[in-house]
């Protein structure tokens, strides 16, 4: 896709949330997690890339002690739809015995969520809780809930926020609908 495409697709998309409601939306997550986990001295995990600019705009407002690493796991690949899901980074060792908190910037069908909860169980995490920056209403029984839940978005392809449209436009402050998809 060539800069103007990506300009046009911008151009053509619908904002369903403004730069003042995602940073509206990050400051009513931090609170309620840090009621929630203040003392746990959680381990934080970015699920690598979506969550980069969640976890980014996040990790300030958590006023508590806590340590952060990141995992990789993808299957849209760029694409509109979900594929196979592909490990590229495995949590490490030290989840084991730890309350952790995944951070992933969408729960969509919730293939993905529930994996990683699955792995970390697996490896030994003695609680696991998650924080979404989106959640799809799609309409679908999920196969896992998060914890913690920004805003929720209508059931269309979303960009922005660290979310891609075709690998692009994870940059954008706010978040937007693609037009066809
Ligand atoms: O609930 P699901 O239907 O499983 O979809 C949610 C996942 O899809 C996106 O990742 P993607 O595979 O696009 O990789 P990315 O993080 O590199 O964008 C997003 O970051 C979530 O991890
Ligand atoms: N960027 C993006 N990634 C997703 N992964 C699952 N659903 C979506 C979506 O609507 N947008």
């Known amino acids: 896709m060539t800069r103007h495409d990506a300009q046009a697709m ?57 340590e952060f ?40 069908e919730g293939e993905t969520l529930a994996a990683i909860r699955d792995k970390l169980v697996q490896m030994g995490a003695a609680r696991v809780t998650s924080a979404v920056l989106t959640d799809k209403a799609n309409g679908l029984a999920k196969p896992i809930r998060a914890d913690f839940v920004g805003l929720e978005v209508p059931d269309r392809y979303v960009f922005g926020c660290g979310m891609d449209a075709y690998g692009l436009w994870r940059n954008l402050p706010a978040i937007y609908a693609l037009k066809d998809a």
């Open 10 to 66: 911008l151009d053509r998309a619908e904002r369903i949330a403004t730069e003042t409601e995602v940073q509206a939306a990050l400051d009513r997550l931090a609170a309620e997690i840090g009621r929630e986990l203040a003392g746990a001295f959680p381990l934080v995990l970015a699920v690598m890339g979506g969550a980069v600019v969640f976890a980014g705009q996040l990790l300030p407002r958590l006023r508590f002690p806590l």
């Open 69 to 108: 690493d990141y995992l990789h796991v993808t299957r849209y690949r760029g694409k509109t739809q979900g594929g196979e899901m592909e490990w590229r980074v495995l949590p490490g060792q030290n989840v084991a015995g730890r309350t952790v908190l995944v951070l992933d910037d969408i729960l969509d």
